[in-house]
């Protein structure tokens, strides 16, 4: 693994690579750096887009071009672009300016040469950390400047990383600049930047848009060959159209690019580029109702139940309710009939055993508002007209001890956070008839495709997922039903997916964006940092019960490659269920859960990690 924290290991590193690849991370370093200018703007504000922008612009899209496109033409245009970014090198001591110059000039010259300037680029490259750190000096704690220097040197041993690891040149220069999201100076700087240039009325859009493509990891255009040509728009110009000047050149690249826009908007001949998985959002929490963990066998299982509390629940009469609808159930159970009524003696029994059996502290209430709900539905069924009934009649004391038990169930349920939020939720829930059956059938197919995956679905999930249906049902109770149902099963989803996605590689990719990681270069030094203040891997691991903080890096690096392993079963299930998983989320609304699938079932199997 390369973990390079300064200019010592950036030279080891460098040492006898290709050009490419050196001139590939230096431009990247240099290209950090573009916020920092907006700290010359104050000194050299009438001259800062002549002397120092389009040079280093003109330097970095060269050395890039060079490394993704080599060709005698681009390596002309590299050499052009040192020595046009030359009296720039001497006139203005900044890490952008160094460093661009550095990826040029190594990025042009023959393989001798490139690496007789190994230690110019890394000594250039080096200045780039020091220029973010000052540019954050002048506006935080000396604690963030350190975090600046940290994050420029994690971001250059991340890209180290990848190369190391296999990905292409080509490949590493179409990531983001930054290995998960760019702390607060970066957008701060280029924000005042971009501003000053746009001020400028020199046609300066083309830039910003190149910048900001390569910040974000975006490609020029959704066609290969476009992409390549809009690329080489900016650096296969002549020195003779330089030397006009910024107003001159940006004109002639607007021109060039919308020449080429214009040529592929009707043409369709040319391979589409292979866009790289992008990364799914974060996970949203779990809501109200029956929560979900991994248990100490790997197998997603009931989760623990919330404490109640004297601030969102009244325990008081909580206390005065419980042992009465405890009381109520003990009476109705010798009036109903085995045979004639098994499901709603085995209902009450369970809402019975649940309150009785544990301290009300410890009751699980999201189990109490399901069964609650089915005893509604029976009470709802059985007080139908004879013909249209669906369960057969209850003795007229059977009926009025459900009702007895309904009256101080209600109240009870209410009493809890728990139960409050179930019944916002249902509030909040609108599906058709029509639509809720559609998702019942589902979440039977689906159910029944958990009860084969024992290596992932704990018995006690399936159980709960099959009483969950029983709630459901049919009449006046169903739509508070499906949405006990669709809660229980976002709950066991999120989880899911958030053990699916963990693997070094699938992690590098939520790291750095759009591109993909290659092998375990998340688990870098740069790696394990990005992952501590990723809201995604956050996300993440919060679904599975994961503690990160205050974790050494080491131990971090070890969870999530035991993480591949353990929940490579999950892997699978999502992969072999796609289809009907994004059915399911297609129904209820679930955005999230799809692009997750679509994140997991997007990669192969070495991808995956396994």
């Known amino acids: 693994m390369s973990e390079i924290e300064g200019i010592t290991e950036l030279s080891a590193w460098l040492d006898g690579k290709p050009k490419a690849s050196a001139a590939a991370l230096a431009s990247r370093a240099a290209a950090r750096t573009i916020p920092v200018l907006a700290r010359l703007e104050s000194d050299t504000s009438p001259e800062l887009t002549r002397v120092t922008v389009l040079p280093i612009f003109r330097a970095l899209s060269a050395a890039l071009a060079a490394s993704k496109y080599p060709s005698r033409d681009s390596n002309s245009a590299a050499i052009a672009a040192t020595n046009f970014a030359y009296f720039t090198y001497d006139a203005a001591s900044n890490g952008a300016t160094t460093a ?94 971009k501003g ?21 990891g975006r490609a020029a255009h959704a066609n290969a060959e476009a992409a390549k040509e809009i690329d080489l728009a900016y650096v296969l110009i002549e020195n003779e159209e330089w030397e006009h000047g910024p107003a001159h050149v940006n004109a002639l690249i607007k021109r060039r690019i919308e020449e080429i826009e214009g040529r592929y908007a009707t043409e369709d001949s040319a391979p589409i580029l292979d866009t790289p998985r992008t990364p799914p959002p974060p996970l949203p929490p ?94 709802a069924a059985t007080g139908r007209q004879i013909e249209n009934q669906l369960v057969p009649p209850l003795e007229d004391k059977a009926k009025a001890a459900l009702d007895s038990l309904l009256m101080i169930h209600r109240p009870l349920i209410l009493s809890t956070q728990e139960g409050q939020e179930l019944l916002q939720l249902v509030r909040n829930y609108s599906a058709s008839s029509e639509d809720r059956r559609a998702a019942h059938d589902t979440n039977y197919e689906l159910v029944a495709k958990m009860k084969r995956a024992d290596d992932v679905f704990a018995p006690a999930t399936v159980e709960d997922f099959e009483h969950a249906l029983e709630a459901a049902g049919e009449g006046a109770e169903s739509e508070r039903g499906s949405a006990f149902v669709a809660v229980t099963v976002k709950n066991t989803m999120i989880v899911l997916v958030a053990g699916a996605v963990l693997s070094p590689v699938t992690i590098g990719t939520i790291l750095g964006g ?28 919060s679904a599975i019960g994961g503690r990160i903080d205050g974790w050494a890096d080491v131990d971090l690096r070890a969870w999530v490659k035991t993480s591949t392993v353990r929940f490579a079963p999950y892997r699978r299930f999502v992969r072999d269920n796609a289809d009907l998983l994004r059915k399911l989320a297609a129904k209820e609304d679930w955005p999230w859960l799809t692009r997750y699938v679509d994140f997991l079932a997007s990669g192969d199997d070495e991808q995956l990690g396994e």
């Not at 509390?309 to 005065?320: L, W």
């Not at 809402?351 to 609650?372: C, F, K, R, S």
């Not at 995604?536 to 691991?541: A, D, E, K, L, M």
């Open 514 to 541: 759009a591109g993909g990681a290659i092998g375990g270069a998340a688990l870098t030094l740069v790696g394990v940092e990005a992952l501590k203040k990723s809201k995604i891997f956050q996300s993440i691991t």
């Open 286 to 379: 779990q809501s109200a109702g029956l929560r979900r963990v991994v248990n100490e066998d790997g197998l997603i299982d009931r989760g623990p139940v919330r404490p109640l509390d004297a601030v969102n629940d009244d325990i008081d009469r909580i206390r005065q309710l419980a042992p009465q609808a405890v009381t109520l159930g003990n009476e109705l159970l010798p009036l109903l009939s085995p045979n004639l009524n098994p499901e709603l003696v085995r209902v009450v029994s369970r809402y019975v055993t649940a309150i009785a059996g544990a301290p009300e502290i410890d009751v699980n209430w999201a189990e109490i508002w399901g069964l609650g709900v089915q005893m509604e539905q029976t009470s």
């Open 196 to 216: 000053d240039l746009e001020t400028a009325d020199e046609d300066w859009g083309v830039w910003i848009n190149w910048y900001e493509r390569l910040l974000w």
């Open 100 to 193: 661009a110059y550095a990826a040029a000039r190594i990025a042009g010259t023959d393989a001798v040469g490139a690496r007789a300037s190994a230690a110019e680029t890394a000594l250039a490259t080096s200045r780039t950390a020091g220029s973010a750190a000052a540019f954050v000096a002048d506006y935080t704690s000396i604690d963030e400047v350190t975090a600046a220097m940290r994050a420029m040197w994690g971001a250059i041993s991340f890209d180290a990383e990848l190369y190391d690891g296999g990905a292409a040149v080509d490949r590493i220069a179409a990531r983001p600049l930054w290995p998960g999201d760019p702390a607060s100076w970066v957008g701060k700087g280029w924000n005042a930047v």
